[in-house]
């Protein structure tokens, strides 16, 4: 009896490898576009790029400051998706930006100044507003953000974005990251860049160059592959990090990392 070949994808309809490529990730279901003229066509249905955003997207996106009633009036789910990622959007009367992570479709956001508790920023000013510290002696920042918004089952980093001016005092700070219900996580977090000459009172020092054995190629990634947050950087003692410039020319120091569990 002879056997039919099932090894053709083509023979499927086009809506049965729309919905198995639904099943897949943002970043598969574009590689496969290229497989065949059928498998492309379907890898552009909004039955793919629908399962990819997320499930709350529309009510995020309905507290955007303004300009994006366009996402939410019937626009192909691809093109809300991509959107999404190449361009984060101000929600929350500007104290929060959202966006998404272009290869898992998991969600991003960064606060702004006026959601964070600053010691002492006398000048509250990417975001319409940022805050200044002139001349301060004591430099604290309090953050928090409601983990129900977060993609659950995900693993997340945590960012200090900033900018530097000349006069600069150079010492590491001590940061925590605290999940309820969990042990807080601690960390020595340096806000100058690596290797760079440190002036105190009295005297100057250099911080301790890296080991023959630091892992040089190790990488962080907290929305996507070509993005500004991805970067190698070196193990010191005490787990400190070096801040990284991004392409925008502001700073960004990894703080912590939390876990974000499914939701029961």
């Not at 003229?37 to 890898?43: G, T």
């Not at 006026?114 to 920042?141: G, N, S, Y």
């Not at 150079?170 to 340096?190: D, W």
């Amino acid at each position: 009896m002879a056997v039919q070949s099932c090894g053709d994808i083509q023979a499927l309809l086009e809506d049965c490898i729309a919905n198995v490529l639904s099943l897949t990730s943002p970043k598969d279901a574009s590689w496969m576009s290229v497989v065949a003229s059928k498998v492309r066509a379907a890898s552009q249905s909004d039955v793919v790029w629908s399962r990819f955003l997320p499930s709350d997207y529309r009510e995020i996106v309905s507290r955007a400051v303004d300009g994006y009633d366009w996402l939410l009036d019937g626009s192909r789910s691809k093109d809300i998706y991509l959107h999404l990622c190449d361009h984060p959007i101000l929600i929350d009367g500007g104290r929060k930006s959202f966006s998404l992570e272009k290869w898992s479709g998991k969600k991003c956001f960064m606060l702004a100044a006026r959601e964070l508790f600053i010691a002492r920023a006398d000048t509250p000013q990417k975001f319409p507003e940022v805050a200044e510290l002139p001349d301060v002696c004591w430099f604290e920042i309090r953050a928090k953000i409601d983990t129900n918004l977060l993609s659950h089952d995900t693993n997340y980093a945590l960012y200090l974005v900033f900018t530097r001016r000349s006069r600069f005092f150079r010492l590491p700070a001590r940061s925590q990251v605290l999940i309820l219900g969990h042990e807080a996580q601690k960390r020595t977090v340096c806000i100058h860049p690596e290797r760079e000459l440190t002036g105190r009172r009295m005297g100057l020092y250099y911080h301790r160059p890296p080991r023959d054995d630091d892992d040089e190629d190790e990488y962080i990634q907290i929305r996507r592959e070509d993005d500004v947050y991805e970067g190698p950087y070196a193990e010191f003692p005490g787990d400190r990090k070096y801040p990284k410039q991004r392409d925008d020319g502001l700073d960004g120091s990894r703080v912590g990392r939390v876990h974000c569990q499914e939701r029961i």
